[in-house]
């Protein structure tokens, strides 16, 4: 069967596959159903160490930050989030290296996150501690 401009032709080592073009977009689509799945388990993920952290410290996550909370934040405020909840109190410095992001990235999430209300922030000397406010 001769190529048409609706075929695709794929080669693998000596084998030459041609498909039509609506198997490629079915499998584009397969594609971004598996990405989605990935970023949902990334989620599930979060929850997970959440129910695990929350068990090991036998603390409440404060309502500031609750599993809906954290599920609508973005990712990587949310990574920075996690982080605090399981470090308690830490500098920017502390945060970076647990995210293995740059510390001036993680300094710029963490205030974010006190402009949105979640965080609040102390200074001890020359270090900026910050943290999620526990409720008593």
């Known amino acids: 069967m001769p190529l048409t401009s609706v075929d695709a032709s794929?080669?693998?080592g000596d084998i030459t596959?041609?498909?039509p073009k609506r198997i490629e977009?079915?499998?584009q689509l397969l594609e971004k159903i598996r990405e989605s799945l990935d970023r949902l388990n990334e989620k599930m993920e979060v929850i997970?160490?959440?129910q695990k952290h929350d068990q090991k410290a036998n603390?409440?996550?404060p309502d500031a930050l609750?599993?809906?909370t954290l599920l609508s934040l973005p990712d990587h405020l949310r990574k920075t989030a996690v982080t605090i909840c399981r470090l308690d109190h830490a500098t920017a410095d502390e945060v970076a290296e647990q995210t293995k992001r740059a510390r001036a990235v993680e300094s710029g999430y963490l205030n974010q996150l006190i402009l949105m209300g979640y965080l609040k922030k102390?200074?001890?000397g020359r270090k900026v501690y910050f943290y999620v406010e526990r409720e008593s």
């Open 10 to 12: 794929y080669t693998y």
């Open 17 to 19: 596959v041609t498909m």
């Open 66 to 68: 609750d599993v809906m």
């Open 48 to 50: 997970i160490e959440i």
């Open 122 to 124: 102390e200074r001890r």
């Open 25 to 27: 977009r079915d499998t």
């Open 59 to 61: 603390q409440v996550i």
